[in-house]
């Protein structure tokens, strides 16, 4: 029990209901969100951020871009993007616009291990739980968004969250009417237009709307023959309900991408080998490389009555496609049911369909055996490759050829979830609430093929008129359905103490989650290879009898529970600094694709059994706020157990996990920034990242049986900078503002061994990619001052304003000193011009 002066207690708790008025959300679902402003109080603190940049005062390390800062980037950029402006945070785009992807770490948590969320649902891939850059929402409906850099919310409904999330909070409707459209051009054909309605206050009860939509086309950056072509839709409605700040809201949205891929080459420096997609080139060496052109193809007609080969027309990465359709429904809610007791419920829905293209070269006859020269007339997709058993695909008249078709990798998902949670204030300084969150996924995975047009592009980008033998039976090159359930239950606690000097916060979290998974195909190693047979269950039986060692298809149903513990204080040292520490505890459990994999074993093996890797996360650090200066630095530790590890192999289209045991991460990151008079501001901040893998990694045996081990004692994992750096400074001229940017990203190993890529003895690249700095401009003019109204502006991005040449993203090259990556070539020099009309 806290004992208070009657003033101190009046002081306090005009403090927390002035907290509940000012502070903005912070956190992901509705009831995150209400406990937290709850929590947070207001002394001599800013909560109003500086820069755009906002620092809560909570015990987690956590920070927030507005639309201060969202606004100066490039229209209908990916948020991910935008979040590059954080410490720790560290992405490399794929293009400038924010349509074709791109690879994202938060102190080396790679984003399988980054829950992301929306208005509080997650939007991780509920198999891989990988994020999807350029499926995000379109950044001029997004209020905030605010990076938990080491931890996660104790209602968060994920199973990926080891590590960092990221939360994106979309604005409500205005009170007033208002128009606006945004149009935006630039190089390589970039062409986007955004639209927005305001319904403002539409009845005595306060209900009013918003509703927006938006198109962006653009050439591919390289390779000279695709597009990418992105169409969305958002919604929301908000009903106040009284005025204690309860309300419900309905937000809807749907986003269609119809990309391309592009700019992805090997990782190797050979100067013999030209530029370009192919397994056989090699990434650029200078600036003028970069913009390399794929000659148009055409598949020849086939010959009647000769066993024609397949053409290599269509076969190179720039031809797949990436399509995706995604959608959902969500609703936040807050209903006071006392002047204690305060219920939020979060329910949602969803829906994914995507691919990720790729060809493949069919068979018009039966199954041949490679190694005896065997025809069996059967059909199936065996070895990774389609056998049709008497199905002209050429239209030639015979049945004898060799036919490149499409393969996409299928995955539609349907998920439902709800977070639930009430909240008890037990008085002003003491309050508690219990959470309840449920996630449903159902995942199904399938290969249907499909014919290419004549220019070696697909003619059905998700294979939806699937081809099928001379029976009937669909040929896909997997089949999977995976149930992927979460039942969860939290509790919080959150109390002031020391005359509101010291806040502490205690939870905990106790997941429940059930993989129900089935493969309707045959396992035919433990790399995660199948044979698939579908609906023909009698060459199936023929097949697997001339191959005893396959494993038939089965279902199988794992559980995991965890119990996850966290604890946070802070101490406000003074009316402006704080000291705060925070330790949690995360969990990722492994993903479908790694479940699958272990198909390939006895049920009862432990192979068969992967554990789930979980982290213990520490923060430390030191926080300032005034009214002109913000600024923070936090020290952190995270030690992995069980740490999952995975490279992909982009040719084979399969993805090889493996586990590195135990694995330590420790850092530091900072952040500072001044306002000190209206007219500028400067942002500086910086991170420092050290991993230490704990020991050396099996990867095999000898044909004795003797294991071998890779060299990843002592070293660091593959893919994260070593260190990043940036600042942005502004400042605004009258109608006239103008913003400079500029981040340095470290070095990252290609490898776990920390080892050159090195090739029949030839080293053919370095142990890690160079490091590189990005600078950004933007300039905007208002046109208020000839009586436009302030929504009506021009506005002029310049990325990568020196034209830097630098190695984007890049595929994990796992532990071998052998594997080249692919890497995306770092996005050029590019200027887009926008001009914006609103009222």
């Known amino acids: 029990m806290k004992f208070q002066s009657i003033l101190s207690t009046a002081t306090s708790s005009l403090a927390v209901g002035a907290a509940f008025l000012a502070v903005p959300a912070f956190a992901q679902s509705t009831g995150s969100v209400d406990f937290e402003e709850g929590t947070i109080v207001v002394t001599g603190q800013t909560q109003n951020g500086v820069a755009g940049v906002k620092l809560p005062n909570t015990s987690k390390a956590k920070q927030v871009l507005t639309q201060d800062i969202i606004q100066t980037q490039v229209p209908g950029q990916t948020i991910n993007d935008t979040i590059n402006l954080m410490p720790g945070v560290s992405f490399q785009n794929n293009d400038a616009f924010g349509s074709s992807g791109g690879t994202l770490t938060i102190r080396g948590f790679d984003d399988s291990r980054i829950s992301q969320t929306v208005d509080g649902i997650p939007l991780n891939d509920t198999g891989g739980y990988a994020l999807y850059s350029n499926q995000q929402i379109d950044p001029e409906i997004i209020e905030q968004v605010n990076v938990n850099l080491g931890t996660t919310d104790v209602d968060s409904p994920t199973a990926a969250a080891s590590g960092s999330t990221v939360n994106i909070r979309t604005r409500n409707p205005f009170d007033d009417f208002g128009v606006r459209f945004l149009g935006s051009a630039g190089d390589f054909g970039f ?41 969305q839709f958002n919604a929301k409605i908000y009903q106040p309900l009284g005025d204690n700040g309860d309300f419900i809201s309905v937000a809807g949205h749907w986003n269609r991408n119809r990309n ?34 794929i000659a148009d193809c055409q598949i020849p007609a086939g010959v009647t009555g000769v066993a024609d080969s397949a053409s290599s027309c269509g076969s190179l990465y720039d031809y797949r496609f990436n399509p995706s359709d995604t959608g959902n429904i969500r609703i936040n809610s807050r209903f006071t049911l006392s002047d204690k007791l305060t219920l939020n419920v ?18 018009e006859g039966g199954y041949t055996n490679a190694a005896t020269g065997i025809t069996t007339p059967i059909s199936g997709y065996i070895g990774g490759a389609p056998y049709f058993n008497g199905v002209d695909l050429n239209g030639d008249g015979d049945t004898r050829d060799q036919v490149r078709i ?4 299928n995955t539609e998902t349907w998920r439902i979830g709800v977070i639930a949670s009430l909240r008890y204030d037990i008085n002003d300084f003491n309050r508690v609430r219990v959470a309840y969150s449920y996630d449903r996924g159902r995942h199904r995975q399938t290969g249907e093929t499909s014919l290419l047009k004549s220019n070696g592009f697909g003619s059905d980008v998700f294979s939806d008129n699937a081809l099928a033998d001379a029976d009937g039976n669909i040929l896909q090159k997997r089949d999977r359905l995976s149930y992927a359930i979460l039942h969860q239950v939290s509790g919080e606690y959150s109390g002031d103490y020391m005359n509101d000097r010291v806040h502490l916060n205690l939870g905990v979290r106790a997941p429940f989650f059930k993989r129900n998974l089935t493969n309707n195909c045959l396992a035919t190693s433990a790399g995660g290879f199948v044979d698939c047979f579908t609906t023909n269950t009698a060459d199936q039986a023929v097949y697997a009898g001339a191959n005893p060692t396959y494993k038939l298809p089965q279902q199988r149903t794992l559980n995991y529970n965890r119990v996850l513990p966290t604890a946070g204080v802070v101490f406000d040292a003074t009316d402006h600094a704080s000291v705060f520490f925070n330790y949690s505890k995360g969990v990722q459990v492994p ?14 093996e432990d192979a068969a059994n992967p554990k789930p890797e979980s982290t213990d996360n520490f923060d430390l650090g030191v926080r300032y706020s005034s009214g002109i200066i913000q600024a923070s630095v936090t020290g952190w530790y995270t030690r992995y157990t069980n740490r999952l590890a995975s490279a992909y192999d982009r040719d084979l289209d399969v993805t090889i996990y493996r586990n590195l045991g135990r694995v330590d991460k420790y850092g530091v990151d900072g952040s500072f920034a001044v306002q000190p008079i209206p007219e500028f501001s400067l942002y500086v901040f910086g991170s420092y990242l050290k991993s230490k893998i704990k020991e050396n990694v099996e990867t095999g045996v000898t044909a004795a049986g003797d294991p071998i081990f890779a060299a990843t004692k002592g070293k660091r994992e593959a893919g994260a900078p070593v260190y990043t750096l940036g600042t942005r400074a502004q400042g605004n001229l009258g109608p006239v503002e103008l913003g400079v940017q500029v981040k340095r990203t470290g070095p990252r190993y290609v490898n776990d061994q920390n080892l050159p890529i090195v090739i029949s003895g030839a080293q053919v690249y370095a142990k890690k990619t160079p490091a590189y700095t990005l600078v ?3 300039a905007k003019v208002k046109l208020d001052f000839i009586g436009l109204g302030d929504r009506t502006f021009l506005q002029l991005n310049v990325v990568n304003l020196f034209d830097k040449l630098y190695v984007g993203g890049f595929d994990g090259a796992g532990t071998s000193q052998t594997n080249v990556p692919n890497a995306f070539i770092g996005t050029p020099r590019t200027f887009i011009g926008s001009v914006s009309f609103g009222f």
């Open 406 to 409: 499409l393969a996409p990798s």
């Open 346 to 363: 979060d329910p949602s829905i969803q829906y994914t369909k995507a691919n990720g293209g790729g060809t493949v070269v069919a068979r």
């Open 260 to 293: 391309n891929f592009f700019g992805s080459t090997p990782l190797r420096v050979d100067p013999t080998r030209v530029v370009g997609p192919d397994s056989s080139n090699r990434f650029p060496l200078t600036k003028d490389e970069r913009f390399y052109k």
């Open 191 to 231: 062409f986007r237009m955004f639209g927005e309605i305001d319904t403002g206050v539409l009845n005595s009860s306060g209900t009013k709307a918003f509703f927006s939509a938006s198109k962006a086309v653009n050439n591919t950056v390289y390779g000279g023959i695709g597009q990418i072509d992105k169409t």
């Open 776 to 778: 950004d401009l933007d």
């Open 591 to 604: 993903g479908t694709d790694n479940l699958y994999q272990s198909f390939w074993y006895a049920r009862d």
